[in-house]
């Protein structure tokens, strides 16, 4: 893919309150995972926790599959293959069950050496409540990073506030109407998780080494379709910011001197509802080519 071009990037949001899942389709579900993931899904305790475990592992590894099938069959389209080729790269296709992950320093998990080899796709997840959020994309150098966040009422967010935000974001924060910084500070956490995630370096990355301006933009839709279709909102454009290293322990973060804009970043905030927002952070600047689907459980993890 050269510089410029949209990169093709699959966002699906995943249901994670399925009170009518049968034990039938748990019991395949848990089929199509290996040993060592069937083992982690039998340690949770108490049955919702079991069943949202099984659950994140089975959207990943189906959607993984489905995925990678949909983006080699767009390259194909775009590429001028022989017959042999064509075949070659159709037959390629990778079952749930056979997918294989590694893990960073920090725990991010990433496709295996051979399965990325294989595929070229990266991925990052996120669950927060009823919802999981998963994006994919086949672009190997991407560093690629997803937050789906609730809004909780019982969260102390000024407790919060002076540990994990820089100066500039509390101050914009608390410039807000009182009835606003409680949906500012979800809309902030879930931007600033994207960002970590994206590096993969967890907390190892200061919160305050980095942080995000808000601003009002033309409001934008982004459809997931599927059988129960949802739309979210874009209402706000985000701007990264870096932190000088030698003024985050002063606390400096919105000295224009001290921070400067994240060269070669992009980051976005979707309202998924009055409940749940999301956000997206990689390291490109290219356009993207979304395609959002709201899966069906039932559909997807009975195949």
């Known amino acids: 893919m050269a510089a410029g071009d949209a990169i093709p990037l699959h966002l699906y949001l995943c249901p994670l309150n399925l009170p009518g899942l049968s034990s039938e389709l748990q019991a395949h579900m848990l089929d199509t995972l290996p040993m060592d993931e069937q083992q982690k899904v039998a340690r949770y305790r108490m049955a919702p926790a079991r069943e949202k475990g099984l659950l994140v592992r089975s959207y990943l590894r189906a959607l993984l599959s489905k995925a990678h099938t949909q983006l080699n069959q767009s390259s194909l389209n775009q590429s001028p293959l022989n017959q042999s080729q064509l075949n070659a790269d159709i037959d390629g296709a990778i079952a749930p069950g056979e997918w294989r992950f590694d893990y960073l320093d920090k725990g991010k998990p990433i496709l295996s050496k051979a399965f990325f080899v294989r595929s070229q796709l990266v991925f990052n997840l996120s669950h927060s409540g009823d919802y999981m959020l998963l994006a994919i994309a086949k672009s190997p150098r991407l560093e690629l990073g997803v937050d789906i966040e609730r809004l909780r009422q019982n969260t102390n967010i000024h407790a919060i506030l002076n540990h994990y935000f820089t100066r500039q974001e509390r101050e914009a924060l608390l410039a807000l109407p009182s009835a606003r910084q409680r949906e500012r500070f979800f809309d902030l ?24 301006e808000l601003s009002e933009t033309e409001h934008q839709a982004l459809n997931f379709k599927g059988l129960d279709t949802r739309q979210a909102r874009l209402e706000q454009a985000a701007r990264l910011f870096i932190v000088k290293e030698d003024s985050q322990q002063t606390d400096l973060g919105n000295d224009p001197q001290q921070a400067q804009p994240a060269a070669g970043w992009q980051s976005m905030l979707w309202q998924l509802d009055d409940e749940y927002r999301f956000a997206l952070s990689l390291s490109s600047t290219d356009p993207l080519d979304l395609r959002c689907e709201m899966v069906s459980a039932q559909a997807l993890l009975s195949k």
């Open 189 to 212: 956490w879930a931007l600033k998780e994207s960002y970590i995630k994206a590096k993969g370096l967890g907390l190892a990355l200061s919160l305050k080494s980095f942080f995000f």
